[in-house]
Every structure is written in C-alpha cells, then in structure tokens.
C-alpha cells in the first residue's frame, strides 16, 4: 500500500505563486501526478512526472505557469504554481501508481491517492 501526503495548499491573490509538495512512502512508484477538482466540474489532470526518466507532461491550461519536479527525496514531486489565476481554485490531489502503460491524464491509471490540499485564488 502506498500512502501519499500532501502540503502547500492555501488562498492568494491573482498573479500569486504557491508550491504543492506530495511525498509518497510504500512501495515502488512508476509515475507521480497532480490532478484538481473545482466544485462542480470533473477531476481533470495537471501534471505528471515519470520517475525513472524524469519525463514530464502538462495539461494544456497549465503549461508556461506550472513546474512539476522531484522534490528533496526520491519519492517526493513538488508543483509550483506561478501567475494563479481563480480559475486554478480547486482541490489538488497527489496520485501515484506502480504500473506502466495508461494515459497520464486518465485517472483510472492511478490506485493511489492523497487527501486533497486546497488552493483558492481570489482578490
């Protein structure tokens, strides 16, 4: 079993910055992804990072402002979050999985989950 924790959440301003961290303790993990859900609106996938190539993938509303990278420790990914905008407001979830194959952006493709961290962006 592999249990992920998140931090970083939090509420700013237009413009602002924040960075998520996820770190990950269990057994060996293929690929790591950020995923967000506003009220309302379906899970959709914003970032990936697959560890063994350190590959990356954004989606489309993201790409330019977000980073996603290892953090301090193997089995940590950061997510840097530049020029936010409300429509960015939504929980952020941590998703890991062991397997290979699936498309990034498919949530079915991850068994593992974190809890959530909110990130609000208003004036």
């Known amino acids: 079993q592999v249990q992920l924790t998140e931090s970083g959440g939090g509420s700013v301003q237009p413009g602002g910055s924040l960075t998520l961290s996820c770190a990950a303790s269990?057994?060996?993990?293929?690929?790591m992804a950020w995923f967000r859900q506003a009220p309302g609106r379906e899970r959709e996938a914003v970032a990936v990072?697959?560890?063994?190539?350190?590959?990356?993938n954004y989606a489309g509303s993201v790409k330019g402002r977000f980073t996603i990278s290892q953090g301090d420790s193997e089995i940590t990914i950061n997510l840097r979050m530049n020029n936010l905008q409300p429509d960015d407001t939504a929980m952020y979830y941590c998703?890991?999985?062991?397997?290979?194959?699936?498309?990034?952006?498919?949530?079915?493709?991850?068994?593992?989950w974190g809890q959530g961290t909110q990130v609000t962006v208003s004036s």
């Open positions: 990072l697959y560890r063994g190539t350190g590959d990356t």
């Open positions: 269990g057994y060996s993990i293929t690929r």
């Open positions: 998703a890991a999985t062991p397997r290979y194959g699936g498309q990034w952006y498919n949530s079915a493709a991850y068994p593992f």
